[in-house]
T-cell receptor, first 113, second 115 residues
């Protein structure tokens, strides 16, 4: 089983739609969770951190379910500019006591006019 | 602040050649990382550093070397380039503590092709 798994998509949605992505992780010792956005041929950029109680940033809502070991990202009122690949990133504590970042392969979103 | 700066942006190497990918950050971040990203794949950690003079291997270190003589610079050396090293390389950094300490900041990437 992969440490972090995402549906690769693509998710093709019309403008204005609501779309949700899930990401599952295997290491229950994971401490921090993030969603990064990556545009084609560009570097990943932080979209939002994911907090235990869930958090919202404008049209974006992130949720964490530790019991089921998944995080989710909800995008409301999709814009053309939301078209990108969304990377799930998990930060487990290693046996050496350091943190490492595990990246999912990403979910590709296309918002259609 | 320039953030994380990588050079070169693009490079074509012949099999067996060597080169160094440069990475510099001006945010005084303690932690620096080198990742590679192959098409359709997630980022794989090559090497990382928790501070000047300290480096450690990641998941895919074979064929690479790093050094961290100062806080600002973290070059990645490819020795005897192989086609399997064709990839996009990203350097990243983060603070050691405080608000936003877990957030990675990436450079724009270096696209390497080995022929």
């Amino acid at each position: 089983r992969k440490e972090v798994e995402q549906d690769p998509g693509p998710f093709n949605v019309p403008e204005g739609a609501t779309v949700a992505f899930n990401c599952t992780y295997s290491n229950s010792a994971s401490q921090s969770f993030f969603w990064y956005r990556q545009d084609c041929r560009k570097e990943p950029k932080l979209l939002m951190s994911v907090y235990s109680s869930g958090n919202e940033d404008g049209r974006f809502t992130a949720q964490l379910n530790r019991a089921s070991q998944y995080i989710s990202l909800l995008i409301r009122d999709s814009k053309l500019s939301d078209s990108a690949t969304y990377l799930c990133v998990v930060n487990p504590l290693t046996t050496s006591g350091t943190y490492k970042y595990i990246f999912g392969t990403g979910t590709r979103l296309k918002v259609l006019a | 602040n320039a953030g994380v700066t990588q050079t070169p942006k693009f490079r074509i190497l012949k099999i067996g050649q060597s080169m160094t990918l440069q990475c510099a950050q001006d945010m005084n971040h303690n932690y620096m990382y080198w990742y590679r990203q192959d098409p359709g794949m997630g980022l794989k950690l090559i090497y990382y550093s928790v501070g000047a003079g300290i480096t450690d291997k990641g998941e895919v270190p074979n064929g690479y070397n790093v050094s961290r003589s100062t806080t600002e610079y973290f070059p990645l050396r490819l020795e005897l380039a192989a086609p399997s090293q064709t990839s996009v390389y990203f350097c990243a950094s983060r603070k050691g503590g405080g608000t936003g300490a877990n957030v990675l900041t990436f450079g724009a990437g270096s696209r390497l092709t080995v022929l």
